[in-house]
């Protein structure tokens, strides 16, 4: 089969799907707020009630297929077998039910309304490519380095080759007519505590790379971090590196709510949750990726999703206004700007800029313990709750770097660090609209096993 042909296979009478990343871009900003859940199940009719829930919010939303954890490393085998064996999965297996199953599960729900992205987390997905394109589904996530380095040991080399051929086979659906969409994942290496500048800088040259093979559609990622003056340096640097430097028009940025050890009260998981659309509303950000008031304790069911959803919104329109230029030339854009153009320097080629960068630790992720990391910088989060450098090993930061005296990170020392988010949310009193008390109030009874 042909790229071509199995682009056609693809529901072949029905209207091409829509661009995702103009649907954000027309709907998202200026006060405005697309949100999004990260939702996934490996049963079809679950996912279709999920996907179903999420376009029925009281919101501006867009879909998710979450994909299991078997797909996302390759190993097919153990999907079927769980399949066959009627095992729960914890994500969709978009390669392994057929084509028609899918095809079902997005039939009447995926439309010009309400597009649909599908996130996986792996470092080899060209089957996933494949079985997307079959689907006409044209929207996904990831990138060559943040989905090689933080998830396993396949070694980046193979990971930059495995990207180059994915972006070059995705970009084949603009030749039926169909835009696809990649978004970045370089904003959320490891979750928590990399310093704002490197997220920037990653997110930033993931999104050159898939410019550089072809891609007219892409977002940027930041997943909020410690401290919400420092957050909005960031995203407002990433979005003048877009401005300054990316060769396209079609993009846009969608923050993550805090990906670290999240809040266990109610209280401090919205109260996070609220700040991060607070923190995409004052910088202009288009989307939310969102959490769950139930993330620290248990898989969220669709109902708690949807409540995170209605909360992001109602935030982001309480919140009402754009970004402003306080932050637009901060330490945070000094430091991103330089590790940017230290790479982009290295080779006119960004796949071969990017494995030199980390051969020579020009880019060094703190507390990443893949192969392909030099493993040298380290980061603390300090007083007033900013990250900052405690090492910058080799990175290009020399003079500019946002750090006060080399110092050692003990065990304890980083405990603190990785729950001060946890903490502080937890321990604070947040105001909540009284919505969201009378949903708190009605999950205060039995907790259920039930998902769905």
């Known amino acids: 089969m042909t790229v071509l042909d199995a682009v056609r296979e693809g529901r072949p009478d029905s209207p091409a799907p829509v661009d995702f990343g103009e649907f954000v871009r027309r709907e998202g900003g200026n006060g405005r707020l697309v949100v999004q859940p990260r939702m996934g199940f490996g049963d079809p009719g679950r996912m279709r009630a999920g996907l179903a829930a999420t376009k029925a919010a009281a919101a501006t939303t867009v879909g998710t297929l979450t994909l299991d954890s078997y797909t996302r490393v390759g190993n097919l085998e153990a999907v079927e077998a769980a399949l066959r064996d009627g095992i729960d999965l914890n994500g969709y297996p978009v390669v392994s039910h057929p084509p028609a199953t899918t095809a079902a599960v997005l039939d009447g729900v995926r439309d010009a309304g309400f597009p649909v992205q599908v996130r996986h987390g792996s470092a080899t997905p060209l089957d996933i490519f494949w079985a997307m394109m079959r689907l006409n589904l044209n929207a996904t996530e990831g990138g060559p380095v943040s989905y090689c380095l933080p998830y396993g040991r396949t070694p980046l080399a193979d990971a930059i080759r495995n990207w180059e051929g994915c972006c070059e086979l995705y970009v084949r659906m603009q030749d039926v007519g169909i835009e696809p969409h990649l978004e970045t994942f370089g904003g959320c290496m490891m979750g928590q505590l990399c310093p704002p500048s490197q997220l920037v800088a990653i997110s930033f ?3 050159m790379f898939f410019a550089q093979h072809g891609l007219r559609s892409i977002s940027l990622s930041y997943a909020q971090q410690t401290d919400m003056a420092q957050d909005r340096e960031a995203v407002t640097a990433l979005r003048r590196l877009c401005a300054e430097l990316l060769p396209i028009d079609n993009w846009h940025v969608v923050i993550y709510a805090y990906m670290g050890v999240y809040p266990e009260t109610d209280h401090g998981a ?3 949750l609220g700040s991060a659309a607070e923190l995409a509303v004052a910088t202009g950000a288009e989307r939310l990726i969102v959490k769950t008031a139930a993330e620290a304790r248990r898989i969220p069911t669709v109902t708690e999703n949807v ?6 919104s109602r935030t982001a329109l309480r919140t009402g206004r754009g970004p402003d230029a306080t932050f637009a030339d901060s330490q945070t854009y000094q430091e991103a700007r330089a590790l940017v ?4 320097n290295l080779d006119d080629d960004l796949g071969r800029a990017l494995l030199t960068a980390f051969r020579r630790g020009y880019l060094d992720v703190p507390y990443c313990v893949h192969p392909d990391n030099a493993g040298r ?16 090993g080799k990175l290009p930061l020399t003079g500019i770097a946002e750090r006060g005296p080399s110092r050692k990170i003990g065990s304890a020392d980083l405990m603190n660090d990785l729950f001060h988010v946890r903490c502080k949310f937890d321990a604070g009193a947040h105001e909540l609209d009284t919505t969201t008390r009378r949903l708190i109030r009605a999950q205060a009874g039995p907790r259920t096993k039930e998902y769905s």
């Open 205 to 207: 040259l993931e999104a």
């Open 270 to 272: 919205y109260g996070l």
């Open 307 to 312: 409540h995170a959803l209605e909360y992001a």
């Open 341 to 344: 153009d230290a790479v982009l």
């Open 377 to 392: 910088a380290r980061s603390y989060i300090d007083s007033g709750g900013r990250l900052r450098w405690a090492e910058t």
